[in-house]
């Protein structure tokens, strides 16, 4: 068994090293990680393990620093999770899930791996999070991860190129840009999974964030969190987000829908998103005491909210602290779930010759 500190590459302004975690790996040796790093000192950390975010430090109202992303120290946490919450990674190649994992195309039935319950989720037991994607430095602040997935991995049909841009801009935004090609008409849906603590990783629940989500439906899912294929308006229901309210003002609140999440975990279906081209306000999150605030922006139809319910206070953080319950927030920008087996839902069929290429950003700031 070998193992080794994790080389580091620090991209941007930054001249000095920013300490990318030293990472040990007994089966991989060539994880690297990648810091890139603006003028305001926004400091954010990729490996190519997963193509994962694995730390995002930003400045709160006051000028202090704090890590806003959670995840592991060490890449054998990525590897070895054991509850599997997909920090920061690259999911796919479907996003969330596909009902049994089955679906058909032209008539022709595929089997997926099943891996929650009888369910697919984020790719199955492999999926995009635990391989190691190749990774070039394609601008100041920019590095490209690459990955083919072959034609069966997991069941899914075809040959999958894909490729995820990482940027940081001097604007304080991080852009994902994705792109993929395929040589048999296959299922694509690629979302990043980062879990934010705007207060900072660690620091206690997220229920007191206030967010702002820019959609008036959302897809009703089963207690195995299928969607039933219905949009339903958020309207007088505690999925209403249209104007900013705490996560936890109405968590409680007695809904089925509510109880088949265990909390908010969930698709919405964006007011103004789907736009190919164009990146629409998608959501908004603002934690009052820091007074970070971040936009989530994307050409995606969809946002999964998904408020740390399966987090359990078992899972010590990168700075030793625990990270409880609802300790930590995703927004999921993909189409909506179980789409292969939803005709009524925007279709997230691939084919050769044309290209699957989104992008979504992550703005911080403060106010
Ligand atoms: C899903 C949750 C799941 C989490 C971690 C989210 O995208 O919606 O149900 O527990 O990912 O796997």
């Not at 926004?42 to 000028?63: E, L, M, Q």
Request: hydrophobic share 35%.
């Amino acid at each position: 068994m070998k193992s080794f500190i994790l080389m580091s590459v620090v991209l941007g302004a930054a001249g000095m090293l920013a300490g990318c975690a030293s990472v040990k790996t007994a089966d991989f040796d060539d994880i690297k990680c990648y810091t890139l790093k603006n003028k305001a000192g926004t400091t954010i950390k990729i490996t190519n393990y997963g193509a994962t975010v694995t730390s995002i430090v930003t400045a709160d109202r006051t000028g202090t620093m704090a890590d806003i992303a959670l995840g592991y120290n060490d890449v054998s946490g990525y590897m070895n999770a054991v509850d599997k919450p997909y920090f920061g990674a690259i999911v796919g190649r479907y996003g969330n899930r596909i009902a049994k994992g089955k679906f058909s195309i032209d008539g022709e039935e595929y089997e997926l791996a099943t891996n929650n319950g009888e369910n697919h989720l984020h790719g199955g037991v492999i999926g995009f999070d635990k391989v190691v994607w190749d990774a070039e430095i394609v601008e100041k602040n920019a590095v490209k991860f690459s990955y083919l997935a072959k034609d069966g991995e997991e069941g899914y049909p075809g040959n999958l190129q894909m490729a995820v841009t990482y940027t940081l801009t001097e604007e304080n935004e991080l852009r994902i840009d994705y792109l993929a090609t395929t040589d048999k008409k296959t299922p694509v849906n690629l979302t990043n999974h980062t879990y934010f603590n705007l207060k900072g990783e660690g620091e206690g629940t997220i229920l007191d964030h206030e967010l702002m989500i820019n959609a008036s439906g959302m897809t009703p899912v089963d207690s195995g969190l299928i969607p039933t294929g219905k949009i339903a308006p958020v309207k007088g229901t505690p999925f209403d987000f249209t104007t900013a309210k705490a996560i936890g003002r109405d968590i409680a609140t007695k809904n089925q829908q509510l109880k088949n999440g265990l909390g908010y975990d969930h698709n919405w279906v964006l007011n103004k998103g789907g736009k190919a081209g164009q990146m629409t306000l998608a959501a908004t999150v603002y934690e009052p005491t820091s007074g970070r605030f971040m936009e989530v922006f994307t050409e995606e139809p969809g946002i999964q909210f998904y408020c740390g319910n399966f987090l359990g206070g078992n899972l010590k953080g990168k700075a030793g602290k625990t990270y409880v319950h609802r300790g930590g927030f995703c927004l999921e920008t993909q189409h909506y779930p179980d789409s292969p087996n939803q005709p009524a839902f925007p279709s997230t069929i691939l084919v050769p010759d044309d290209e699957y290429k989104t992008s979504t950003m992550y703005k911080f700031s403060i106010k």
